[in-house]
């Protein structure tokens, strides 16, 4: 192991996979932070759409932390989660994690945020979010 701390993933799926390219990077090698966010936020609104059962819209980052660099090379698998439900918005948890130095299996925590979307109707207006009842194919 390196002298980065190996973590623990969650037990489920990651939502959303993917890999930095240099464009994403400065002239260092390290990967814009904005470019960590947008990923966060891609990764929130499946979830938050799923659930809502339709369009959804970022309405705040609660909260967004840096824990570690990440790099170009870097897998970054994001997971996703709903911390809450309510009338109109759902508010997701999102846990970054960057595998490098795939040889030595080096896996370390990235990122951590959390982030609140609200269901939108086509007008772009809040709207319900429909019962889990409702929804087809949920459980």
Known sequence: MSSQTQTTLPPHMPTLRVMPMPSDANVHGDVFGGWIMAQVDIAGAIPAARRANGRVATI???????????????????????????????????????????????????????????????DRKPRQIPPLSAIAGQP
């Open 60 to 122: 705040a980052v609660n909260s967004f932390l840096f824990k570690q660099p990440v790099f170009v090379g870097d897998l970054l698998s994001f997971y996703a989660e709903i911390v809450k439900v309510g009338n109109t918005s759902i508010t997701i948890s999102v846990e970054v994690y960057a595998e490098r130095n795939r040889l030595q299996a080096d896996t370390v925590k990235v990122t951590e945020a959390t982030l609140t979307y609200v269901a939108t109707g086509d």
